[in-house]
């Protein structure tokens, strides 16, 4: 067991301070010294973002505003997600697709107004700033917001929290967007996350996000959450984390993402196609007949089933593969998503998951594992 | 600063082994183990009856985050598992060395024993990795 990845080298948030004054485990994660863990543990970590309130560090992650005439219709050809009627003030999920329908990264895009504000994932930031500057016309303005740190406040104590703090941050309702003043510090603020907790995301100047974290943690619901519990609260949510549920080689439609494609920017749509890809993925939308397809896994017993693990049909055939899981500390049992082919991909489907030699029986089960308690109002 | 007892003895994998003088050992992870793993929700169990050579690995302990293997610090038979593990793997982090012993084998040749770390050098290889 090695337990002291080596985070030398790596870029740093502006908090690593303050993690590592806080006890945080620190690890690689995508170029940088991210917290895994703080002392309190991933399990009791997972169960307090449950419970009360955790601040999670996700300052890694890209964020870029777009401004320029159309910018909206402009960005629309590189996502299949309506963006010309997202009203100001409101965020959406979108996908980066490629040429052959594939998934180059995923991301939330909000009008600003004036401008789109985008976050991507730290893993893919480089390329889709590259892409979005060969793909975007030139007179659209990419700004990266390497001054700015992004921190998720998420459960169900979050709004009490926001309540103490800033109250008109929790006006806003599931996906929407503000920029407030806390403290003499310029928030913006989406009511949104990705633990499938109510919450909020809150995009801070790098300079004022130790202050502010520390504003937060000086409230008796908060505690710190690594990337660990992240991990496993995301997963119970039935969300997936790109680069592992997600990739180029997956179509939305394999990745069940359907519901992340604009109605207008399907077939028979206002704007139908004219994003990359659009072919491979509405053809795909129309017929049903693409191969694989993503779901939800429960194992009987307590192994986790972990990333990797092949899926066999009852005769033995090899049907699938397993791209997140663990134990759900929530739901109590291994939960898992994965791909299956598509005969296999019913609800209440009995698999069997190959770990360490033995066959284990898993379910094909409805995501989310664990009830999303999103705020809309 | 983890519990190391000296009365027991260590491999470089951070398994214990207690000596119960008949000829049988009991073996389980060390609170430097269960404290690098983190909150660990299931042990796999080797079948009692089992002839495991040394190093060879007879079982998994997975905790929310990861996987890590067991290794056999001695050859021998598989006599006994804890069972109780089966459904209190959180024991494993809560009293390594007493209530979450893994198994106890029949040791082939008792003088390996020797071989294994004692409590200073087993020190030592911890606060080497911190």
């Not at chain 1, 659009?278 to 986790?304: C, F, M, S, W, Y």
């Not at chain 1, 929530?330 to 082919?341: D, E, L, Q, R």
């Not at chain 2, 994998?13 to 660990?40: F, K, R």
């Not at chain 2, 089992?50 to 060879?56: K, N």
Request: glycine share 10%; with cysteine; hydrophobic share 40%.
């Amino acid at each position: 067991m090695s337990d002291s990845a080596s985070v030398q080298g790596l870029k740093q948030t502006a908090l690593h301070d303050l993690h590592v004054e806080q006890g945080a485990k620190m690890v690689e994660f995508a170029g940088y010294a991210m917290p895994v863990q703080y002392p309190l543990g991933v399990k009791k970590e997972h169960e307090h973002t449950r419970a009360k309130a955790g601040l999670f560090d996700v300052s890694h992650m890209g964020q870029l505003t777009l401004r320029g005439e159309n910018v909206q219709a402009a960005l629309e050809t590189l996502v299949p997600t309506d963006i010309v009627d997202l009203p100001v003030g409101m965020q959406r999920y979108g996908l980066f697709t490629s040429d052959a329908g594939g998934i180059l990264d995923d991301l939330m895009i909000v009008n600003g107004g004036d401008h789109l504000y985008v976050v991507v994932n730290a893993a893919c930031k480089d390329q889709d700033i590259a892409h979005l500057r060969v793909g975007l016309p030139t007179e659209i303005e990419i700004e990266v917001l390497n001054d700015r740190a992004l921190l998720a406040l998420q459960g169900p104590l979050a709004h009490a929290v926001m309540q103490r703090l800033a109250p008109e941050v929790c006006e806003l309702t599931f996906m929407h967007h503000a920029r407030v003043s806390i403290e003499g510090i310029e928030c913006w603020a989406s009511r949104s996350g990705y633990t499938g907790e109510d919450g909020f995301e809150i995009s801070v100047p790098n300079a004022d996000v130790e202050r502010f974290a520390r504003l937060l943690l000086a409230e008796d619901e908060v505690e710190l959450i690594g990337l660990g519990a992240r991990d496993s609260l995301r997963l119970e949510a039935g969300l997936c984390l790109y680069g592992h549920d997600l990739d180029t080689t997956t179509t939305p439609v394999e990745g069940s993402l359907i519901w992340a494609l604009g109605k207008v920017r399907r077939h028979g749509g206002e704007r139908e196609g004219g994003f990359p890809g659009a072919d491979v993925i509405l053809t795909q939308v129309a017929n049903k007949d693409h191969a694989r397809k993503r779901v939800g896994l429960v194992a009987e017993g307590r192994a986790p089933v972990r990333e990797g693990a092949e899926l066999f049909d009852g005769e033995g055939n090899l049907i699938g593969v397993v791209t997140s899981g663990s134990f759900g500390p929530t739901y109590g049992k291994p939960v898992a998503m994965g791909y299956v082919v598509v005969a296999h991909s019913a609800l209440e489907t009995q698999l069997f998951a190959d770990v360490r030699g033995r066959r284990l029986p898993m379910t094909v089960t409805k995501m989310p594992f664990v009830e999303q308690r999103y705020y809309r109002g | 600063m983890s519990n190391i007892p000296a009365t027991l003895k260590y491999t470089e994998s951070h398994e214990w082994v207690q000596d119960n003088g008949d000829g049988t050992v009991t073996i389980g992870i060390t609170d430097h183990a269960q404290e690098a793993l983190g909150d660990v929700v299931f042990v796999e169990l080797p079948e009692v009856g089992r002839e495991l050579a040394l190093e060879e690995e007879f079982g998994v302990i997975e905790s929310v985050k990861a996987a890590s293997d067991l290794y056999a610090p001695l050859a021998g038979e598989v006599i006994a598992v804890n069972e109780s593990l089966e459904d209190a793997p959180e024991s494993v982090n809560e009293s390594p060395y007493d209530d979450a012993w893994i198994l106890k084998m029949k040791v082939a040749d008792s003088t390996d024993l020797e071989k294994l770390l004692d409590a200073d050098a087993y020190t030592l290889l911890v606060e080497s990795e911190a």
